[in-house]
């Protein structure tokens, strides 16, 4: 059974809520949703034309997967400690969020829509006990968010059928919610002159390649009629196409005819340093460093580690927080205190096995980890003696050391001298 039978949906199949007899375009549906305009450079942006951009591409996909590859669990409190659920939610989570979908596709799909096109939207399927059983991922263009009497809505409407979910139902993760907090801004469509422009400079470059790296020109000579300079343009523009098809190094011109270039030069246009600022805009719009983008023109030894700290810091800690809290309060609701969800960043050492141990070893020191714990996150079993505390032997209290007094010897005392014998008379 499929995710449109489970969740209710049948009938026949329609592409649009105007007229089903008549089949849109993927295209003209973002536009009928507001999420595909126009900018200034007159580029058509769009959700599928920005991950044409590599470094859209690239943002999307890395932080997207980074996402989708922590572990996501379930804790219960136990007096001041905490022990990890086992089966029910903590599978759904962490396993499989339905019979269809992993855990990572359902994370790896919701914040690929949540980086393009803003919002990413979860059904939570309940049994009679009120217990979760299913994750289903919603379409967001199949979504209309609305607020009635203060409280939010959301419209699903696919198949011919539409079905109105209360906010408890959903999961709703949005990049940027607008003043009414019903709306939500798209990275992409709120960026679009940005977008544009690199589309454009993209096209611009590919078009002049395609000439044979031939930039726009004009032909100056001495032309008797208009239609000569219709002709001339002609015969100049084939000839150029001709020769890039062939790998000619030069054309012919007639006596007393010039060519001189208009627009802007590749070369002396930097287009190269163009396409780095164009990476360093995308940047600024996910809150990433450029590293990440595979840009490592201003890349040291120090500063590159420093942008991994602050990609996790700053951009990763944002967006666990959001949807750690938006689970409890969906998956748990307001009144529970014991049960947590928690996204552990330690798997972004998972590749890293010096680090790891290093920072296992001081934990260890430390009385911090024991070595079971620490053998656990390693996939190692239980060592018999490994579930004590351990602290170095060197560190005591201040006071307590064992100090022994050592007697300290004086310098060596001169002999006595016999005194001087007294003069006789002879």
């Known amino acids: 059974m499929g995710i449109m039978e489970r969740l209710g949906i049948t009938g026949e199949k329609r592409e649009t809520i105007e007229n089903p007899q008549v089949p849109i375009s993927n295209r003209n549906i973002l536009k009928f949703f507001g999420l595909e305009d126009t900018s200034l450079t007159g580029e058509t942006v769009s959700v599928e034309s920005a991950l044409g951009i590599p470094a859209v591409w690239a943002a999307v996909n890395f932080l997207s997967g980074m996402f989708a590859g922590l572990p996501l669990q379930v804790f219960k409190k136990v007096g001041d400690d905490r022990v990890k659920v086992k089966g029910g939610i903590n599978s759904i989570l962490h396993d499989n969020v339905n019979d269809q979908m992993s855990s990572y596709a359902w994370r790896m799909y919701s914040y690929t829509n949540v980086f393009t096109g803003g919002r990413a939207f979860t059904f939570i399927e309940r049994n009679s006990s009120n217990k979760v059983t299913n994750l289903w991922p919603l379409d967001p263009v199949n979504v209309t968010v609305e607020r009635k009497n203060g409280r939010l809505t959301y419209k699903h409407s696919e198949g011919g059928k539409t079905t109105i979910y209360e906010a408890a139902e959903i999961i709703d993760i949005p990049f940027l919610l607008t003043h009414d907090m019903v709306k939500h801004y798209s990275p992409i469509m709120t960026n679009r002159n940005t977008i544009g422009w690199i589309l454009s400079m993209t096209r611009y470059g590919a078009k002049t390649f395609s000439n044979g790296g031939v930039p726009p020109f004009v032909i100056e000579g001495p032309f008797k009629s208009p239609g000569a300079i219709q002709r001339s343009a002609d015969d100049l523009a084939a ?14 011109l007639p006596d007393g005819h010039k060519i001189l270039p208009i627009g802007f030069d590749a070369e002396k246009m930097q287009m190269s340093e ?62 529970n205190n014991r049960l947590y969800v928690e996204m552990n960043l330690d798997g972004l050492l998972r590749g890293d096995f010096k680090s790891r141990i290093e920072g296992y070893s001081k934990g260890i020191q430390t009385a911090i980890l024991t070595p079971n714990e620490a053998r656990r996150r390693e996939n ?4 018999p003696e490994g579930n004590k505390l351990l602290i170095q032997g060197a560190t005591v209290p201040l006071g307590s050391q064992q100090l022994e007094l050592i007697p300290i010897e004086g310098p060596d005392e001169a002999p006595d001298e016999e005194p001087d014998e007294e003069p006789t008379d002879d």
């Open 380 to 383: 190692l079993p239980d060592d």
């Open 274 to 335: 163009s396409q780095r600022f164009g990476i360093e805009q995308v940047a600024r719009i996910y809150s990433m460093p450029p590293t990440f983008l595979q840009d490592l023109t201003h890349g040291t030894f120090s500063n590159t580690e420093q942008q991994d700290l602050h990609m996790v810091k700053h951009t990763a800690k944002r967006w666990i927080e959001q949807l750690e809290a938006e689970l409890n309060l969906k998956l748990f609701g307001r009144k």
């Open 239 to 252: 000839a150029v196409l001709k020769g890039a098809k062939e790998g000619r190094m030069a054309i012919s």
